[in-house]
């Protein structure tokens, strides 16, 4: 007898056998592609704190999303930077908002893309929360069941416009319900809802504020987004949002909650999606540009990380670019 070991792990000479036996595998097909799009006619912007990102105006959207479908990218999630915000955002509230405009548009251009909306209101808001405000004796504070009202009229409109899927980002209480039920009797019944059940209050959205133009004029999101030393809080969020009718389950930022990731995926049986965010991107990219990391390797065990963790679904910035190589 040799001396015991682990005699798969030794496989260097065999890429054929350590493929048959590796555990996870990354599939173009779970991936997302965030885009945001912007008002006006022939706009084409990088975000500077995402080189890469663009905000498009909706007909060079249509054209980037069909170049990423012909490398293989088959979803896009959207997000809106409407010309005018006001107090209750209601550019996402209206069959001819920049959203509604952009998903006909490209439903049209890309039918095959399946299109999924980001559903908040924080993009369209003056104030940048992600809802109706209300005074209260400690200051503004987020009305849930206005806005929950507002979601349901929101949601309506996405469905209307032909979006494939709506994912509600707010983390408002009750947003789930309001927003199943308002497809539910309107004719919505098969649309599916990804929920962004288990949202960090995170240093890691920075970029994106930049790119969606949304950050809060003033205080922060703490009172609805989760606090990153919680995890048992995640589950019970995720419960509450299994109950209410979600669909798919979305945990984020990414890599630094890769174990509310596996938690999740061990004591429930539903689809996980992960949200890789801007931050993320922004840091791999940063290095990567001073020659620091390998991109795509590193995408490419991030990407697998996630995996691992136990999603199903990507959403990641990288996405187009790991199709494209
Ligand atoms: C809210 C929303 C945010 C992100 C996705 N949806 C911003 C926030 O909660 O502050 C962040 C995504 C990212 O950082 O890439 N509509």
């Known amino acids: 007898m040799s001396f015991p070991h682990n005699r798969l792990s030794r496989l260097r000479s065999s890429e054929v056998l350590r493929n048959m036996i590796a555990e996870n595998q ?20 990088e975000i500077g704190s995402m080189p890469g990102q663009y905000q498009f105006s909706i007909d060079r959207a249509c054209e980037y999303i069909r170049r990423i479908y012909d490398v293989g990218v088959r979803s896009v999630l959207l997000f809106g930077i409407p010309e005018k915000k006001n107090s209750t955002g209601s550019d996402a509230m209206s069959d001819s908002g920049i959203i ?27 104030h940048g ?26 949601v309506l409109t996405h469905a209307r416009a032909g979006a494939d899927m709506v994912a509600p980002s707010g983390m408002i209480d009750g947003q789930i319900l309001a927003i199943r039920q308002a497809l539910d009797s309107n004719g919505y019944s098969n649309l599916p809802v990804m929920s962004y059940a288990a949202k960090y209050a995170s240093a890691f959205y920075g970029p994106f504020r930049d790119a969606a133009q949304g950050a809060p004029s003033f205080g922060d999101r703490r009172s609805h987004q989760m606090d990153p030393r919680n995890s048992d809080e995640a589950l019970r969020e995720v419960q509450q949002d299994i109950e209410q009718g979600a669909d798919i389950i979305m945990i984020k930022p990414g890599m630094p909650y890769l174990d509310i990731v596996r938690r999740v995926k061990d004591n429930f049986n539903i689809p996980i999606a992960v949200y890789n965010v801007s931050g993320e991107y922004a840091m791999v990219k940063a290095a990567a540009a001073n020659g620091w990391l390998n991109e795509k390797q590193t995408v490419t065990e991030i990407l697998t990380s996630f995996k691992r963790a136990g999603a199903d679904i990507i959403i990641t910035y990288h996405a187009a670019d790991i199709a494209d190589k």
């Open 129 to 154: 929360h992600c809802g109706v405000l209300t005074n209260s004796p400690g200051g503004m504070i987020l009305d849930h069941e206005a806005t929950c009202r507002n979601l349901a009229i929101q």
């Open 26 to 45: 990354l599939n173009l097909a779970d991936l997302v592609q965030p885009v945001f799009v912007h008002y006006g006619d022939n706009v084409e912007r």
């Open 100 to 126: 509604q405009q952009a998903v006909r548009a490209i439903k049209r251009a890309v039918p095959g893309m399946f299109v999924i909306t980001d559903v908040c209101f924080c993009e369209y808001t003056d």
